[in-house]
């Protein structure tokens, strides 16, 4: 039995390996072994600037209001020197209270804040 077992995991390793030695050597010979799929164009490129500054725009306007420098800013937030006038011309633009709307594939409820499934909070006496 001890063996079947032993055999039966060294298969399997062995698959594991296998499958990720192939998935590696799979993206071609292009240098730099990077994805196969060309960057974004057009109106995918504007959508995929505009998520990234409505994700990073609340962080760097909070950090330039507490002092941060742009170096610290680019560094902690990933973002170019270009982006931080443009965070900042963002959250000029939003309306007083704006909370960012969640995730693609989330679905909330309406008029509730609290994750689907919790239970209510218990009535005040």
Same mark, same amino acid.
């Given at each position: 039995?001890?063996?079947?077992?032993?055999? /039966?995991?060294?298969?399997g !390793? %062995?698959?594991?390996?296998? $499958?990720?030695?192939?998935?590696?050597?799979? @993206?071609? *010979?292009?240098?730099?072994?990077?994805?196969?799929?060309?960057?974004?164009?057009?109106?995918?490129?504007?959508? /995929?600037?505009?998520?990234? !500054? %409505?994700?990073?725009?609340? $962080?760097?306007?909070?950090?330039?209001?507490? @002092?941060? *420098?742009?170096?610290?800013?680019?560094?902690?937030?990933?973002?170019?020197?270009?982006?931080?006038?443009?965070c900042?011309?963002?959250?000029?633009?939003?309306?007083?209270?704006?909370?960012?709307?969640?995730?693609?594939?989330?679905?909330?409820?309406?008029?509730?804040?609290?994750?689907?499934?919790?239970?209510?909070?218990?009535?005040?006496?």
């Amino acid at each position: 039995m001890k063996r079947k077992i032993g055999l /039966a995991l060294a298969t399997g !390793l %062995a698959l594991l390996i296998a $499958g990720c030695a192939s998935q590696s050597s799979s @993206g071609g *010979s292009g240098g730099g072994g990077g994805s196969s799929t060309p960057p974004p164009t057009g109106a995918a490129a504007t959508t /995929a600037r505009n998520f990234n !500054l %409505a994700v990073k725009c609340p $962080g760097v306007h909070w950090e330039k209001k507490h @002092g941060w *420098s742009d170096q610290q800013i680019m560094q902690q937030e990933s973002v170019e020197e270009e982006d931080i006038p443009a965070c900042e011309q963002w959250v000029q633009a939003q309306p007083k209270g704006y909370v960012p709307p969640p995730p693609g594939g989330t679905v909330a409820e309406k008029g509730s804040t609290a994750p689907a499934g919790a239970a209510p909070a218990p009535a005040p006496h």
